[in-house]
């Protein structure tokens, strides 16, 4: 079975620092795709990152990266420069196939003016 | 459309109703996907559609749920005899593919008195 944990229910960063939220996966797949998502309060869930499993190189996208260790099954994201606008809950998941993704609970991200 | 439309944003129904929820995914999305976020928790996977393949339904968690896609577009999630514990935010998604991640929908919000 697929399973993804994020540990951190809930973190707080300084506008303008770096904070790197945490997600671990299992599975036995070779082959698969991870993702970050973000939800603000307005419900709607927009994809941050994603990182494909046989890519060792780590994805970057602007103020987003994420510190790929497929042997750990780690996939943290790091936000650098935070701002007002990244205080989210912010998702980890995965899929293999496509026919379903699976989601950690959720961390609550509250940037600090 | 430019994205994926849910409807309706909310809706409060009466214990033993019937609701409907619908969503209209990005034309051109091949894949759609049902999910269910109770407060405080991460998704909870209900249903797939891929093409004209038959439906993953797996995830639905009675016989009071059910789903359709009609002409490969638009989806209706039907829940009969609402129950409280069916109080949560349902969104729905659509793909074009599993590495490329989901575009979401804003979600309904049922809350069953």
């Known amino acids: 079975a697929q399973t993804v944990t994020q540990s951190q229910p809930e973190m707080s960063v300084q506008e303008a620092e770096t904070v790197t939220l945490s997600c671990t996966y299992d599975t036995s797949e070779s082959n698969y795709y991870l993702f970050w998502y973000k939800q603000p309060p307005s419900r709607q869930m927009i994809l941050v990152i994603r990182q494909e499993a046989y890519k060792q190189q780590n994805a970057t996208e602007n103020r987003f990266s994420v510190n790929f260790q497929k042997a750990a099954k780690s996939f943290s994201l790091k936000i650098s420069d935070s701002q007002l606008g990244d205080t989210a809950m912010y998702f980890c998941a995965f899929t293999s196939t496509g026919n379903q993704f699976y989601f950690g609970t959720g961390t609550s991200l509250t940037v600090i003016p | ?113």
């Open chain 2, 1 to 113: 459309g430019a994205g994926v439309s849910q409807s309706p944003s909310n809706k409060v129904t009466e214990k033993g109703k019937d609701v409907e929820l619908r969503c209209d995914p990005i034309s051109g999305h091949t894949a759609l996907y049902w999910y269910r976020q109770s407060l405080g928790q991460g998704l909870e996977f209900l249903i797939y559609f891929q093409g004209n393949s038959a439906p993953d339904k797996s995830g639905l968690p009675s016989d009071r749920f059910s789903a359709e896609r009609t002409g490969g577009s638009v989806s209706t999630l039907t829940i009969q005899r609402t129950q409280q514990e069916d109080s949560a935010v349902y969104l729905c998604a659509s793909s074009v593919g599993p590495g490329v991640g989901y575009t979401f929908g804003s979600g309904t919000r049922l809350t069953v008195v």
